[in-house]
């Protein structure tokens, strides 16, 4: 079982469609990043959460800490935002921070 | 925030020859990190490349194979020998700063 298990694996919406992706993690982590790549390959850090909530434009990420869950929101969804989103964890391995990733969310939006 | 910059951004090469890689950061950095990403796949943590100390590499991974160099605080170079198909890959630098990481745009390598 992955440490990092992000569901689902693809999404197709529609524009203006709410969207929801989650992740779940197994191990002890001192934050968890929100990663966006696009078909380039690039990656962009859209969110870095160890407590709460995070809100950027149209972007919201959320953590529940004592159930290892995060969700990345998307309100008002566009053909834009399609991308894979991937969620990262930051672990602490013998003195340094490590990322584990999830194996990310391939999003569709449709016009 | 960090700025990362990657060379090349891709390359096609032969099997059995190197290519090193050369990531750039525009902020003097301890920490980075080179990842493998396969298609279709997520990202594997090849190495970690601390500036002064050798590199420490993560399980499946081996110096002869991918070495690392990390002369100052701002360049890294990775290297990919001896080239296979199965090395055809994004080979992406990530940096931790500011509290955040920042990723460098990848190579995209294809070896034939």
């Known amino acids: 079982k992955n440490e990092v298990e992000q569901s689902p694996q693809n999404l197709t919406a529609q524009e203006g469609e709410f969207i929801t992706i989650n992740c779940s993690y197994s191990?002890?982590?001192?934050?968890l990043h929100w990663l966006q790549q696009h078909p380039g390959g690039g990656i962009v850090s859209l969110f870095m959460l160890s407590s709460g909530k995070k809100k950027h434009g149209r972007l919201i990420a959320t953590i529940n800490i004592q159930e290892k869950h995060s969700s990345l929101h998307i309100t008002a969804s566009h053909p834009r935002d399609s991308a894979v989103y991937i969620c990262a964890v930051i672990r602490s391995q013998g003195g340094s921070e490590k990322l584990v990733f999830g194996k990310g969310t391939k999003l569709t939006v449709n016009p | 925030s960090a700025v990362i910059s990657q060379k090349p951004s891709r390359d096609i090469c032969q099997r059995g020859t190197s290519l090193t890689i050369q990531c750039q950061v525009d902020?003097?950095?301890?920490?980075m990190f080179w990842y493998r990403q396969q298609p279709g796949q997520s990202l594997t943590l090849i190495a970690t490349?601390?500036?002064?100390?050798?590199?420490?590499?993560e399980s499946g991974f081996v110096i002869d194979k991918f070495p690392i160099s990390r002369p100052n605080l701002t360049f890294s170079t990775l290297t990919v020998s001896n080239m296979s198909p199965e090395d055809s890959s994004i080979y992406l630098c990530?940096?931790?700063?500011?509290?955040?990481?920042?990723f460098g745009p990848g190579t995209r390598l294809t070896v034939t």
């Open positions: 490349a601390n500036q002064g100390s050798e590199a420490t590499y």
């Open positions: 902020s003097q950095v301890t920490m």
């Open positions: 990530s940096v931790p700063y500011g509290g955040k990481f920042h």
């Open positions: 191990v002890g982590i001192s934050a």
